[in-house]
Each structure stands twice: as structure tokens, then as C-alpha cells.
């Protein structure tokens, strides 16, 4: 079974569109990330939520905006694509609500804004 | 602002030699990590290394840290060509509630 999914695994669409990115995990972790990797391969955080509720939100444009339904559930939605917004997007879980614990990361969403 | 910085930025080596990484980290920090990432692949969790310890293994991976120098090696041992991926270190930034990582060295492992 796989710990954390996300879905799409890619996706590509126009400027200007709204999207989301959808991410599980089946660890019973208490915390869940977003993560953001350019084409340099750097990972920088985006968001946290623990038990649904935001702990980080790292000077992300309000064009993303992260949704907890349950603690078992963080998505992603992007409002008014821009080409820069072109990266990897992953999700990642700990158990625990440090945010420096061993963290499980999803297989990433490849997003393509043409 | 980056906390952690891997040298080389890409290491390439034949099958069977060692591989060596380091990590160097600007502020204090609770634990450190290494991460792994095979081409097209979510990281994968290799090992923590807590502030107060020097030395850690697990199975052909050695990690050390030196808090003094605020750095941190990741040695491979008899390297394998599944061993060829992107190795991350992540660290806490002094308490933050987030992992912080560096951009990674890129190793490639020869047949």
C-alpha cells in the first residue's frame, strides 16, 4: 500500500487556469506538508498543517491555497496559473508536530503552466 | 534563506568505491538528515543523526556530524549502480518547525 499519494502525477495546463493537487496519506501521521522543487532540484517548504490546522505557511502567494479536510488529507489548489509556478509538487507526512521529524514524502506532482 | 549546502554539487564514481558527501549548515540544529531521490521519485528517508551524536549507521551508509564545524558527511560504502540518485541533506534550522534542505549532490554510480 502506498503511504502518502498524490494525485495528478502530472499535469499541464494553461496560464491563467485554476488547479488542484490532491495528496493521502495512510500513516496516521499528525502532519502534512507541501513542498515545492524548481528544475535546480531545490525543495523548499510551502505549507504545514498539523491535525488540519496551519502551522507554516512560508511566503507562498495567496494564489496557492492549501485545504485539510482531515488530518489524513492536505490538497493543493492553485488559482491564475503564472509560468513560474512550473515545478515539482510534493506532499509529505511526519508523526509528530515538530516539523524537523523523519518526513514521507509522496511521488511528487510534475506541473507544466504553458 | 538555504540551511544546508552538499559538496560536490555531482559526484560520479565506478561500481564497488566509495561515495562521500558533506553538508554544511549555518545555525544550530536538533537533528540532520539525509535524503535520498532516485530520478522522477519522491524522497526517500536514509538516516537521522541527532545534535548529540558523532556517528551513525546504517547497513553501507555511515553518517558523521561535527556540530563544531556544522557540517555533516554521508559516506556509501561498496557502492552499487541502484545507489545512482540525488542525496539531500535536511535540517531543522535551530528549531524551526520545518525541515530545511540543501540542493542536493547529484551521484552517479559507473557499471
Known amino acids: 500500500d502506498t503511504a502518502v499519494s498524490q494525485t495528478p502525477k502530472y499535469l499541464v495546463t494553461q496560464m491563467g487556469n485554476d488547479k488542484s493537487i490532491k495528496c493521502e496519506q495512510n500513516?496516521?501521521?499528525?502532519?502534512m506538508y507541501w513542498y515545492k522543487q524548481d528544475s535546480k532540484k531545490f525543495l523548499k517548504i510551502m505549507f504545514s498543517?498539523?491535525?488540519?490546522?496551519?502551522?507554516i505557511n512560508e511566503t507562498v502567494p495567496n494564489r496557492f491555497s492549501p485545504k485539510s479536510p482531515d488530518k489524513a488529507h492536505l490538497n493543493l489548489h492553485i488559482n491564475s496559473l503564472e509560468l513560474g509556478d512550473s515545478a515539482v509538487y510534493f506532499c509529505?507526512?511526519?508523526?509528530?508536530?515538530?516539523?524537523?521529524?523523519?518526513?514521507?514524502f509522496g511521488p511528487g506532482t510534475r506541473l507544466l503552466v504553458l | 534563506s538555504q540551511q544546508g549546502e552538499e559538496d560536490p554539487q555531482a559526484l560520479s564514481i565506478q561500481e564497488g568505491e566509495n561515495a562521500t558527501m558533506n553538508c554544511s549548515y549555518k545555525?544550530?540544529?536538533?537533528?540532520l538528515q539525509w535524503y535520498r531521490q532516485n530520478s522522477g521519485r519522491g524522497l526517500v528517508h536514509l538516516i537521522l543523526?541527532?545534535?548529540?551524536?558523532r556517528e551513525k549507521h546504517s547497513g553501507r551508509l555511515r553518517v558523521t556530524l561535527d556540530t563544531s564545524k556544522k557540517s555533516s558527511s554521508l559516506l556509501i560504502t561498496a557502492s552499487r549502480a541502484a545507489d545512482t540518485a540525488s542525496y539531500f541533506c535536511?535540517?531543522?534550522?535551530?528549531?524551526?518547525?520545518?525541515?530545511?534542505f540543501g540542493q542536493g549532490t547529484r551521484l552517479t554510480i559507473n557499471p
Open positions: 543523526i541527532r545534535s548529540n551524536e
Open positions: 535536511a535540517t531543522d534550522a535551530g528549531g524551526a518547525q520545518k525541515l530545511v
Open positions: 545555525t544550530s540544529i536538533n537533528n
Open positions: 498543517y498539523n491535525n488540519k490546522e496551519l502551522i
Open positions: 500513516l496516521g501521521h499528525d502532519t
Open positions: 509529505a507526512s511526519s508523526d509528530g508536530t515538530e516539523g524537523w521529524e523523519t518526513q514521507y
